[in-house]
């Protein structure tokens, strides 16, 4: 049976992008911190020159990967990815929740589907024996929480404050339970994994 | 020189209380949760029976302990533990910031100091080669990061949302840099340690 797993990165102070976010710059202004961690140092949307993973945050990035049957992202962060360059990035199918599914463009590797339980059901199924990934945004991954969708929360801590921007749990009032059940360091990122308690 | 090391347990969602704390309830409604790393599992206001924290909890303590030289607290924080029921819990001096030092009581072991960046110099002073331990509330730990006065941040994350109470980043709008120095885990909390950059 597939385990959902929301993924998402965060700055200490909680925030998932910082100020003004937009499709030019999907992690806000001075946001690009926050996945520091994925690049292997520093990088700007401006430079634009990217590393790759190394360390505690590569053996993150290849455990999760090792596992993926399936991703799941909603259509902000679609669009705030410039729709990854119009064809899916990853080797196994993407669901992404819209409210209008016609929207989907042909030849992307993209679904477009109506509704996150139904997203999440035909990701479960796609998965198989892997796992589905729920890479947000941040409203996807609340609305997947409160409705006891989510299996697994993996929170990457940049070490950062950023002071302003998208809160991960903005306006989210839900007891969640949780499980530690693991936990890598590198200078760019705490990753911190979680099983949901049901 | 001693360094200024702030620590606090926060939830995932950032609360370092639960809804309506006060003087007999320091941690809020169901924010028991927070500190059942401090004493080794489950307890309640209610009850009051404690344990003693084990394992990476207890190793993280006994780090912090061998390094202890003096400890800082804001007066809200004073209150809400009921002043430790009259007497300093630590073997080490312990500073209390207050705008109104004429409270400080004869014979408990506290000193009442009106200022937090003076309370910080005088802490530091009695610490001679061991750290201050900055304890908080929020508003303390906020305050000196805004004046650049912390070397050090821990933060102990329990594995809960509490959905509401106070929020450790509250109205904080700076940006600070942190470098991650260390990570322990147990099944009660994730203990991130940074160094604030400067």
Known sequence: MPKVVASITTSLDGYVTGPRDGPERGLGEGGERLHYWVFGGPWT????????AAGEDKAFLDAGMARLGAVVGGRGTYEAADHWGGSNP???PFYVVTHHPDDEPQDGGFTFVDGLATAIDRARASAR???????????IIRQALRDGLVD???ISIAPITLGDGKRLFEGFAEQVELEPIGVRQSPFATHISYRVKR
């Not at 949307?45 to 790759?52: D, F």
């Open 45 to 52: 949307y401006a430079g634009g020159a990217r590393g790759e």
């Open 90 to 92: 990853w080797p196994v």
């Open 129 to 139: 024996d892997k796992d589905v990934s729920l890479m947000g945004g941040a409203d």
């Open 152 to 154: 697994e929360v993996s």
